[in-house]
């Protein structure tokens, strides 16, 4: 069983940055591949960004390509979003999300985590 939190939400006006964390504890962190989703008042939640087990591959939503950058320390067991040029559109909750790394073949797709963690709210003012 493995358990996520996250950490770094916050407010910041468009064109800022933020740095989303995400602690894992009790299970081998490096047997999962690790995802990032979001959701937005009345909306559904949606992909953000994916990263492999080893952390050589990263998938990204068209949305965030180029302004976000995932990443992962597997000694840490932690993994990051980097976020830049925030726009208001990026205001969500976001969640940071598990699977086991073996079958791992749709990182978008919310029904391949097994685990996720509460939520950390983000907040992009115009």
């Known amino acids: 069983q493995v358990q996520l939190v996250e950490s770094g939400g916050g407010l910041v006006q468009a064109g800022g940055s933020l740095r989303l964390s995400c602690a894992a504890s009790?299970?081998?962190?490096?047997?999962?591949?690790m995802g990032w989703f979001r959701q937005a008042p009345g909306k559904e939640r949606e992909f953000v960004a994916a990263?492999?087990?080893?952390?050589?591959?990263?998938y990204y939503a068209g949305s965030v390509k180029g302004r976000f950058t995932i990443s992962r320390d597997n000694a840490k067991n932690t993994m990051n979003l980097q976020m830049n040029s925030l726009k208001p559109e990026d205001t969500a909750v976001y969640y940071c999300?598990?699977?086991?790394?073996?079958?791992?073949?749709?990182?978008?797709?919310?029904?391949?985590?097994?685990?996720w963690g509460q939520g950390t709210q983000v907040t992009v003012s115009s």
């Open positions: 009790g299970g081998t962190f490096s047997s999962y591949a």
């Open positions: 999300a598990a699977a086991k790394a073996t079958g791992w073949s749709t990182p978008g797709a919310e029904y391949e985590y097994a685990y």
């Open positions: 990263v492999s087990w080893s952390g050589g591959s990263t």
